[in-house]
Every structure is written in C-alpha cells, then in structure tokens.
C-alpha cells in the first residue's frame, strides 16, 4: 500500500506564486530553476518522495494543472 506524501501548505504557496509568475505557464524544465529563482530555496521533490517534478506537480491539483503541449 502506498502512502501519499505530505505536501506542506508553505510549499504549496510557494510553488503556486512560481506557476503564476508566468502568465501561459512555465515549461517543466525551466521549474526548478525558476522556484530557486523566486523563493530562494531549492525544490526537494526528491524528499518529499517525488521521483520528478511532473510527480509533484500531479499530486496538488490544487495548486497546479500539468499540461502536456
């Protein structure tokens, strides 16, 4: 059985102004390295227990919708 990751608020709210910082979207590859950008911090996904962005993106509906263009 597994268990869905905890996803702190913070975190969302922090990813959630990175996604809006754009208006069209923000490509995957450019994710990262635009939330490091914004929040100053690095997005451990990996810790969390996200094997990529894509993962983590998924997993919150609610902050963001993955678009596959």
Do not use: W
Not at 29 to 36: G, K, L, N, W
Not at 44 to 69: E, H, I, T, W
């Amino acid at each position: 059985m597994s268990t869905r990751p905890q996803i702190s608020e913070q975190l969302k709210k922090n990813l959630r102004s990175v996604l809006l910082s754009k208006a069209g979207g923000i490509e995957m590859s450019r994710i990262v390295d635009d939330y490091v950008h914004y929040v100053h911090e690095p997005l451990l996904y990996v810790r969390l227990g996200f094997q990529n962005v894509q993962s983590l993106l998924q997993a919150m509906p609610d902050v963001a919708k993955y678009v596959v263009c």
